[in-house]
Each structure stands twice: as structure tokens, then as C-alpha cells.
């Protein structure tokens, strides 16, 4: 089902787009919606918050199978968890949708803005900005913030989590059989599960 073009505005001039994508199951339904409305998306994988490493490589490669099954771009970002401590330091015991996570999306979207610069692209977005579970006000904040060091580029504020696109990620989740990941990514939010990996929930992104 095409997704109405309403429901979504974008911007004059976007025909391609830098996405930074946090996982395949987050990636889904946004990629989907762009191909349906003429937008090339380039997908940017960069996560270094993720722990452990065999976490991020499982991700990562749903991402790049995502990527593949639609023959569209795919850029693999550098994988560095120690820098990304460094960046969030001082912050470990704060709370999801704290300043950490602040700092981390500022930390993700600094690389995704400079990947567009690097790859010809104006505009870039996050696949963050799909999830339930995120501060959206933060997540554009940081977007914005990285936009402004990196001339040239643009951020596109869009909340994807309207025009049916959360339901449309719970079907293709299933349809393709993604990974679904129970918890955000950084050790500090696996803590914060007790140690527990929950049942259901997919913290990250999730919305099953
Ligand atoms: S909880 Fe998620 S968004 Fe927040 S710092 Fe950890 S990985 Fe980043």
C-alpha cells in the first residue's frame, strides 16, 4: 500500500538522500516509502554505540541484506566503540533518553552529515527519528547541530513515524524475517534491562 505523500512533506529539491540508518527493522518502511516517492536513499551504517561487537556485526549485516535485497546503495561506517566512549563519557549513568543519548545521536549524525558531504548528498536523515522509543526533539536537535558543522549539507526533520510507516515496519519486520534486536545498543541500556534481554520489546526501534 502507497503510503499518501501528505502524510510526509519533503522538502523542495530532495531527490536523493543520505539515510543514516540505526538497523534494518528502523530502515524498512522509511526506504520503502522513499522508493515509492522518488527518492534515491543511500543507506550510511554507522552505530559505534553498539556492544558488544558481535551485536554490531549482526545489525549491520541485516542492514547490508536489507540494502541488497533492493539493490540500492550502502555505505558502511567505521566501527570505533572506544571513541564513542570517550565522546559520552561522564554521561554512562544517565538514564535512556537522557543527555547520553543526546550526545550519542549528535555523535552519529556529526558522521552521517559528513558522509553526505563525502558522497555528493545535500540532504541526510536518520531512521532514528522512526522510533517510538527515541526523543524525537532530541534526535532533530542533533541533526540540526550537525548540519551546522558541516557545510554544505541538510537535515531533514521528518517524523517517520506518521502515515502508517510505524505499522508498515511491524509487517516488513515479518515479512523479512529481520533480527529484532531487545535492547538500544550502548552496554549502559543493556544494564538497564537488569541483564535481562526482555521478551518483546526492541528498544532501540522498537515497535512490535
Ligand atoms: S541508550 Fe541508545 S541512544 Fe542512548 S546512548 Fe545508548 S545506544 Fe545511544
Known sequence: MKTPKSAIEVPEGLHKLLLHACCAPCSSAI????????????IFYFN????PLDE????????QRHARSLGISWIDGDYNHSQWLQFISGLENELERG?????CFRYRLLAASQAAARTNHCWFATTLASSRWKNLEQINAAGLWAEQQTQGTRFWAQNWRKGGLQQRRT???????FYNQQYCGCEFSFRQT?????AQADTECSLT
Open 56 to 63: 554490531y556485526l549482526i545489525r549491520k549485516n541485516e542492514s
Open 171 to 177: 509487517e516488513l519486520l515479518r515479512e523479512y524475517g
Open 31 to 42: 526506504v520503502e516509502w522513499l522508493l515509492q516517492h522518488d527518492i534515491v536513499p543511500t
Open 99 to 103: 543527555r547520553r543519548c543526546e550526545q
Open 48 to 51: 559505534p554505540n553498539i556492544y
Open 194 to 198: 537488569d541483564n535481562k534481554m526482555p
